[in-house]
Structure formats: C-alpha cells, structure tokens
C-alpha cells in the first residue's frame, strides 16, 4: 500500500504544502556563518526532493539526504544528478537512521521534526544524537503549535527540551520564524542545539 509520503510526491502534492523553490534562508545563513566547515558530514534529515541537500552539497559538504519516501529520493536523485552532483540518498526512518554512530557534524531538520508523533520523538532525538559527532550541530524548525487536522505536533521549549536534554544539548533560543509554501505560510519555531563535546 501506497504511503501517504509516496502518494504526496507522485501527484504532486507535495509541491503546494512542503516544497520550496530555493534552499532554505536559514540553512544559507548558517552556512555563510561558518558554524560548520565545508567538508563536514551534513545530514539532511526528512530531506524530501533534496533542495537543502543539494545547497549542502554545492557548499562543499559530504551531503547526506535521508527520507522515508521513494518518490520523494527519485525526484531528489534526479536533481542531483542534473547538477552534476554527489549526494549520497539513503532511504530510511528518522527514527532508525540508517548511518554510522558521530559520522556527520551537522543535522538539518526543515520540517522533520514536526511531523513525529509524541511517542516517537525519543527515538528520532536519541538518533540525532547517535549519529551527530561531539560538537555538531542541529538546526531545527518546524511548527509553532500542534495543528492536528494537518498532523504537525509543537516544535516549542517545551517539546525541544524534553527530547534534546541539557546534559546531551546546548540549546539557543527558540526565534519566531514562518515555513513558506505556496498554499501558505505557516507559524513555526527555529533554534539551533549543539551536542555537548568538543568545538
């Protein structure tokens, strides 16, 4: 049977709710910032057709999009691959990421986070920390407030705080932020986690 992800990204859907035409503003600032050296592992997680990935990859980092949907890793793929590209496409659950234990010093969540249930935030928290080396960073946005009828749970202090704990994360402050589409925009959260180590 069809996964909603998968019907999403074959119709076309997703192009109206999720997608942007360009890498994210903030993914861009962070990288123009320097907080993470070009070269780094960078994981983009929930990657779905690849854009942020891509900019990763353009940016001069070891590029890592993983994402549950088949459709989603055939549309990333191919624009990868048109840009004359390497990015490495895993399929796999943001639960149960299929990488190695400290392989990447950066993770970028664009809207991952925000459709985890409640039950399962543990497990996607403890694996950002498993595969981030010490001193990576997380950069996390998503919904401001759970909206039920769209499936999207909280990315508030609350949430960030009971999943990315203080003796694991350093947390900035939670900014005021808008996820665009072309259905419209949408009320979220931004902050930045570092794991604890060096750097």
Known sequence: MESFWDYAYRTGEHSQHWESAHPSAELVALVAAELVTPGAGALDVGCGTGRDTIFLAQCGFRAIGVDSSIEALRIARGRSEAAALAVDWRLGDARDLPLEDGSVDLVNDRGCFHTIEPEDRTAFASEL????????????????????????????????????????????????????????????RLVLLRKHGRG
């Open 129 to 188: 920390d498993r595969v981030l080396a010490p001193g990576g960073l997380v950069l996390l946005r998503g919904a401001a407030r759970d909206c039920e009828e769209e499936g999207l749970f909280a990315v508030d202090a609350q949430e960030v705080d009971r999943y990315f704990v203080d003796d694991r994360f350093e947390r900035g402050p939670l900014v005021p932020f808008y996820l665009t589409a072309p259905s419209g925009d949408l009320e979220g």
